[in-house]
């Protein structure tokens, strides 16, 4: 059923030259489609639709860094209240998360994560209208969504 409701949504995006749609995220009238250059390197991108006459307002690469150091890895992100939030990677072992106004395509703010002891990947994204929660393999990360700004941690960051 989750791959049919996704095809259903990737059937959605508009067609971009360039580009190729991996989500689909629709909130009011505002459409953001996650995907990555292509055909190429895919560099991950976004690109901000009116969702209902599918008119292109924006389109950004997502990472703030050299084309060449941007891992093209690109799971996890999220639409909400306007804001449009996800997770990319840098180099070897350097994760990012990003918000950009869902309207306008406009980087609010781009925050480097702190880098873990231990073997560290990302395993989900979840996003409230106040909170970023970054899952990572053994802690939790919870992000102001509004400015980036860390909270707080939960779990282990580290090998017992």
Known sequence: AARARRKEELARAPDLKGFKALRVHISGNTMVVAGHKHPG???PRAA?????TDKL??????????????REVFNFDALVKGRYVAVYGTGQ??????????KTGDRIWDTKLRPLF????????VVTDRH???VRTSSMEIFDVRKGKLLGTAGSETYD
């Open 118 to 125: 231990a073997v560290d990947s990302i395993d989900d994204l």
């Open 132 to 134: 970023a929660f970054i």
């Open 57 to 70: 307002l924006w389109q950004e690469e997502l990472a703030m860094a050299n084309k060449s150091s941007v």
């Open 41 to 43: 390197t895919a560099i």
């Open 48 to 52: 901000g639709f009116n969702a209902d």
């Open 93 to 102: 072992d350097t994760w990012h998360v990003t918000a950009l106004d869902a």
